[in-house]
C-alpha cells in the first residue's frame, strides 16, 4: 500500500509533516514501512496565469509580447514560444519564482527594449518532461493565480507499506487516516459519501442467487463523457502504483483505493435486460475477463450475469463484454461485498489476482458497498459529466453481524503484564471504531465491521498492546525452569568436534536428491534407499525426492571442490534422511533419522615438504570410525566385511558397536559410481546412523593402571586369506592369560608365502596386576597363542 | 712439598686449559695424572719413604691430585658443552617450511550460528529439542491456527510429499514452529525450549532465499509469561547474538499463532545507524518474529488457555549469519567449497 501524505491530508490533519515522523508512527502501529519516496517540484513560486493579449514585438520577430494575468491584473511577459494564443492558461514564473531547483531565479528583465516581468513556463523548464518546443498550455479547470505546484501534487512524500494480511481496513486511505488519527489521538474525517439524487427512475434490477454474495449494490448513471481523468486524480494513482486509464475506471479505482472497498463500472447499455443476476457460475459456462483470457467457469465460482450470460468473475475481475469503452455514455456502479474465501479459491483456482480479489480475499468493510457505491457516484459526476438516475438498488441476504467481545481485565494483566484500568483499555480502542463499555471486571466491545480480525478477546489486548506502544511495556526476565543440553545434544557436540579435529570440514546439503543419483550410487534393487518419498510439487528434478542418503550431496561437494582445484576433500554432514518404509497410522511422520555421512577424496595425514602423504582408501575410512568412535567413548567398533552398492565389493564393511548393534556402513566407493561423480583416485565414503552412536553408554569406572613390567613378544604367523585379522587378533586375546594388548604390525604377501596365504605379524604385550612374569609363563602364553591361531588355520611362519 | 708437586700444580690449569678438545684433555690429563706422571710416580715411591713422612706426602699428593681432576672436570664439561652446541648448530632447521603439516576442518557456519544461538537459551534456563522435518499439515498449520485455505498452504508456497493416506497432507514443515505443538504435547507446563532445524518452502534458490534453510524457534509457557518477559528475553538475546550496546525495537506485526505478535529489530551492527549495506539505509535490521501465544494454539495442544501463558518466537539462521558475516549469496552456504567452508570459525 503505497500512501500519498498529500491526499491522505484529505481525511487527517496530522500534528507532524515530517514524513519520517509518520513513518515511525506507522511501523508503531505496525504497518511496516519499506520506503519512503519524498517528490518536490524542481521549481518554487510559479503561478497559474491567463494569455491576456499577444502581439508582436516591436523590435524582434523571434519573440511575442504578451500580457499575462496571474490574479493580479495583466503583465508583460516576453514569450518565444508560439504554441498559444490569447486566453490560453499558461504556467507563469513571476519574478521572484526560482526554476530548475534554485538554479534560474526569475528577474524582470528587458528584451529589446521592453520589460518582461517573468516567463511562461515549457514541460523542460519545470522539470516535468523533455517538451522544450513550446509552453506548457494547461486546461480549464487551473484556476487563475493558484500556486501551479498544488495542481501537481506536490510537494509530497509516498509511504510504501506491507500490510499484514489481517488487515484488509488498512489496505486504504481512510484506514491509514484512523490509524494515524488513533496513534495521535487527533480526529480524522470520511471523505463525502452523502447519496446524490438522482432523475427519474431506473429500470436496474437486481437479483442474487448465491448467498456467498451477501450485498450487491447498483446504480445507474446516466450522460457519462468518457476521456480522461483530472490530473490530480491521475497523480495521486500515478502515487499509489495504479496507471490511470479513463475517467470512468480511474474513478472506480480511485474509490477502492480511499475506501479500500472495490467497485465496478459496467456499460449499462450492455447489461441485457438492464438486470443484474447474482449467481453461481454453470458448469462449462465461458467468461472472458478483462484482461483477455477466456475462463472455464463452474459451481464453484460466483458470477455477476445480466439476463442473457455471465458479465464479471464476482469479486475477482470484469468481463470483456461488459466494459466500459471510449463509446460509453451510460454506466452502472456496482459495489458489492462476497464471500472471503469463496474469492480467494477462486482468484486461486483461475491464477488470476486483482487488486479487488487482493483486498477481498481478506475481508472488506462490509457496510461500506453502499457509501461506496455514492461516493463513486458524486466522482463520475464531478469528473465525467454523469448524473445518477432514480436511487441505489440493494439487495442483501446475509446481514453483518458484529461480534461482541467480552475482555476480561484479568487477559490483559496476564498477557501484557500490566493491570490497566477499563477506561484506558476503552481509550484505546474507542478511535478504532470499537465501540466499548466497561462492567465490573470486563470490557465488552462490538466489533467495527471493517475489522474482520476482532472477534476474540485475545485480538482485543493486541489491539490495546498496540495502540499504547510496544515501547511502553517494561522488559522483564522470566525465571527459567533450569535447562541445559541432553547428553545426546552434548555427545553430538563432540562428535563433531571430534570429525573437525580430524580434518573433516562440515558440509550442508540439500535434503533432497533426485532418481539420477539413486542410479548413479548403483544400489542394490532391494536397497531401501531406492524406494524414497516422493516430493508432490518439486521445483526441479533434482529436487523430486527426499534423500535416503547423504551420499549424493556429499559426493557433488565432492566433485564441486576437485572441479575448482581443491584435490584433497574431507566433508561430512549429520542430517536427516527419510524412509519410505510401510505407512504407519493415520497422522504419523515418517521414519527420519539422522545420519552422520563423509566422503574423502585424495590424500591424508599431514602435509608438508616431503611429507608422507597417504592417498586415502577403505582403511582411512575404518580408521576414521574408530577415533571417531574413541572420540565419545564407545568402545572398540567391530568390522565386518560386506559387498554392497555403492561400495567396492571387497573394500567395504558394516561396522557395529562393542553390543554388536551395527551402527553404519563404511568403505570405497564402488569406481563406477566415482567415476560417475567424474571423482578421482579411490573415494572414500561412510554412512553412519547417529542415533546408536549418541546413545548414553552409562556411567564408566576407572580402571588402576598396573604398575608391574610387561613382556612383549611378536609372532608371525601364515594365515589363509580367509581368516581376518580382525580373528586373529580375537583369538589371541581369548587365550586365558596376562594378555594387555594385541596389535597387528606387519602384512606381507609375495615370495616366500604361497597364493591365498598371507603372512600377519602381531606384537602381544603381557602384563600381570600383581607381579612380574617369569620367563617361564611368558614362554607358556606365547605357546598358547600359537596354537589359539592354529585353530584357525594357522601357521607359525617359518616354523610350516 | 715435593718439587715436583710444586711443578705439576704451578703447571697443570694452563695445561687443562689449553686443551681444546675432549682428546686433548684426555691426554693432558694422562699427563698430569696418567701412569707416567709425577703423580704416579710419588705414589709409587711412597713406599719408600719413612713411615712419618709417608701421609704427610700421600695427602699432598691426594691434594694436588683432586685439584687437577677438578680442573680436568670443569675443563671437560665446557669442552662437552661446546661439542653437543655445535652440534645442535649443526641441526638447525628453517621452521618456516611446512613439513608436518596437520589439516583441521570447520564446523558449518549455519551449525556454530545454530549452537551459539541455543546456548544463549541454555543460559536461560532453555532445553533444546528437535522436530520432524517431514510433518504432517496439523502440526504445521492446523495446530498453529492457521486456516485451510491460508495461502501459506497453497502448493506454490509449501513442499508437499507423498507418504501414508492421501488426507494426511504430509509436507516438509515450513517453520519450526509445529515443535511448539509437539513439545507442548509431550511436555506440562512451565516449558521453556528452543528448537533449531531445517525448515523448507517451494522456492528456487537466489541471493538471499533458498527452498531449505534452518530457523530456531523458542517457547516458553508458564502461568505468569506476559509480553514484558517476551521483550526482556529478546532483548537480552540480542545484546548477547549481536553485541551489549545493540538496541531493540518491537514493531506490532501477524503471525497465526502468537497475539500480539511482533517483529523484532535490532540496531545495525554494520553501522551506526547512519546506513549501510547490512541494513540498507534505515540502521535498523529486522532479525525475528515473536509473540504471546496465541489461545488458539494452547487449545489445540490440550493446555488450558485460561490457566497458562506464553511466548514464541523464530528467528532465520542464514539471515542472521549472512548479515553478520557479509555473506553475499546464500549459495555460499551451500555449495560446500572449502575454500569458503574454511574461512567459517
Ligand atoms: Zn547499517
Redesign the interface.
Known sequence: MKVSLRWLADYVDLPTSDPDEIARAL????H?VEGIERLAPSFEGVLVGRVETVEAHPDADKVRLTTVDTGDGPTDVVCGAWNFEAGAIVPVARPGAVLMDGSFPITERAIRGVTSNGMICSAKELGLGEDADGIMVLDDGFEVGTDFADHLEMPDAVIDLSI????PDAMSMIGIARELAAHFGIDWRMPDTSPMPGDGTSALTIEIDDDRCPRFTGREVRGVEMGPSPLWMQLRLERAGVRAISNVVDVSNYVMLELGQPTHAFDFDRVAGARIVVRSGHEGEKLTTLDGVERLLGPEDIVVADDEHGSSLGGTMGGEDSEVSTSTTNVLVEVASWDP?TI??QS?RHALRSEASARYERGVDVAMPIPANHRMVRLLAETAGGAPVGELVVTETVPFVPATIRLPLSLVE?????ALPAEEIIDHLTPLGVEATATDDEVVAVQPSWRPDLT?P??L??EV??LRG??T??????????????TE?VRE?RL?AA??????????????HGHGALDALGLDADDPRQSA???????REE?SL?RTTLLPGLLD?AR??VA?G?G?????EI??V?L?EE??E?????E?PAVLGFVLVGASG??????NRRPVDAFSGVGLVRALAASIGMGAVGVESIDQRPLHPGRGARVLRDDGLEFGVVGELHPKAARAWGLPGRVVVGELTVAPMLQDPGMWLFVEPSLQPHADFDLAFVLPDSVSAAAVVEAIAAVDGATESVVPFDLYRGPGVRDGQHSLAVRIRLRAADRTLTSDEVAEMRDRCIESVRQLGGTLRGAE | MDPRLETLRTQAPGLVDDADSLEALDAVEQQVVGRASPIAEIRRGLGQLPAEERPIVGRAVKEVADEIAVLVDRRRSVLEDEAETALLAADAVDLTVPMDERATGTHHLITSTIDEIVDIFVGLGYRVADGPEVETGWYNFDALNTPADHPARAESDTLYVDFGEPEDEMLLRTQTSPMQARYMQDHDPPVHVVVPGRVFRNETLDATHSPVFHQVEGLAVDTDITFGDLKGTLEHFAREFFGPSTGTRFRPHFFPFTEPSAEVDVTCFGCDGSGCKVCGGPGWVEVLGCGMVDPAVFDAVGYDSAGVTGFAFGMGVERMAMARHGLTHIRHLWENDLRVLGQFR
Open positions: 511501523d508503531d502501529l505496525g511496516e499484514t494480511p489481517n488487515r474465501p480467494l479459491r486461486r496476564r498477557t501484557l503484564g500490566v476474540r485475545i485480538d489486548v493486541e498492546a498496540r510496544y515501547a511495556f517494561e522488559s522483564s526476565t522470566p525465571s527459567g525452569a533450569g535447562g541445559g543440553l541432553s545434544q557436540r563433531r570429525l573437525t579435529g580430524l580434518g573433516l570440514s562440515e558440509a550442508k546439503t540439500f535434503s533432497f518419498i516422493e516430493v508432490r510439487n518439486p521445483l529436487e527426499l561437494a564441486f571442490n575448482h581443491v584433497d576433500v574431507a566433508l561430512f542430517g536427516r527419510f519410505d505407512a504407519p493415520f497422522g504419523t511422520v515418517p527420519q599431514s602435509s608438508g615438504v616431503g611429507s
